[in-house]
């Protein structure tokens, strides 16, 4: 979301590779080459080409992990707050969805909560969320959690997809590069 840091971002692009293609396009190449078109502080780490017709990362994605800096806590209060929210049958807000009200049982998108550790103003939460059929924000979580938490900093760490079974996140830097047709999608992190 807006105002959030992301240490782990991912973006399906089709490319037409013109005179790469028949030079044998080479993924490696492409973080690069890409980061040097990006403003500063943004890199590229890692691409891998992915065969036309799969799943878009969009749909693949079912869970992302989160750390959220929280102001005016301790630890220990906000352990006691992560606890009451995993023993907790529902979790009911009301958010705006497409310029409506709707109400959503945020429960079951909770997948995992923990402190993992303590700011100088506060406590480091650590919340996996699932994001299908819709994702939860995570200052929507923190308001569902207890209104008073102030959400200082904000960092996405990872995001989870399933792949036979196995959870993985879309593309490791350093992976392995599939290969693929001339023109095909490429998957960059």
Same mark, same amino acid.
Do not use: N
């Given at each position: 979301?807006?105002?959030? /840091?992301?240490?782990? /971002?991912?973006?399906?692009?089709?490319?037409?590779?013109?005179?790469?293609?028949? $030079?044998?396009?080479?993924?490696? +190449?492409?973080?690069?080459?890409?980061?040097?078109?990006?403003?500063?502080?943004? +890199?590229?780490?890692?691409?891998?080409?992915? $065969?036309?017709?799969?799943?878009?990362?969009?749909?693949?994605?079912?869970?992302?992990?989160?750390? !959220?800096?929280?102001?005016?806590?301790?630890?220990?209060? &906000?352990?006691?707050?992560?606890?009451?929210?995993?023993?907790?049958?529902?979790?009911?807000? +009301?958010?705006?969805?497409?310029?409506?009200?709707?109400?959503?049982? &945020?429960?079951?998108?909770?997948?995992?909560?923990s402190v993992v550790g303590e700011s100088p103003d506060g406590a480091l939460l650590e919340a996996e969320v699932g994001t299908q059929p819709r994702s939860v924000r995570p200052s929507e979580l923190l308001a569902?959690?207890?209104?008073?938490?102030?959400?200082?900093?904000? +960092?996405?760490?990872?995001?989870?997809?399933? !792949?036979?079974?196995?959870?993985?996140?879309?593309?490791?830097?350093?992976?392995?590069?599939?290969?693929?047709?001339?023109?095909?999608?490429?998957?960059?992190?």
């Amino acid at each position: 979301p807006t105002g959030a /840091e992301s240490l782990a /971002e991912y973006l399906d692009v089709d490319l037409d590779l013109g005179d790469d293609a028949a $030079d044998g396009f080479d993924p490696a +190449t492409l973080p690069d080459r890409l980061t040097s078109c990006l403003p500063g502080g943004i +890199t590229v780490v890692a691409a891998a080409i992915v $065969d036309t017709g799969v799943m878009s990362l969009q749909q693949a994605v079912t869970s992302c992990t989160w750390h !959220l800096e929280v102001g005016g806590t301790t630890g220990s209060q &906000l352990a006691a707050v992560a606890a009451r929210a995993l023993a907790a049958d529902e979790i009911v807000i +009301t958010r705006e969805r497409k310029s409506k009200q709707v109400t959503d049982d &945020l429960r079951p998108y909770l997948l995992a909560l923990s402190v993992v550790g303590e700011s100088p103003d506060g406590a480091l939460l650590e919340a996996e969320v699932g994001t299908q059929p819709r994702s939860v924000r995570p200052s929507e979580l923190l308001a569902a959690l207890d209104p008073v938490l102030t959400e200082r900093r904000v +960092t996405r760490i990872h995001q989870w997809m399933t !792949l036979d079974g196995v959870r993985c996140e879309p593309l490791s830097p350093g992976g392995p590069v599939a290969s693929s047709s001339a023109h095909a999608e490429v998957r960059a992190s």
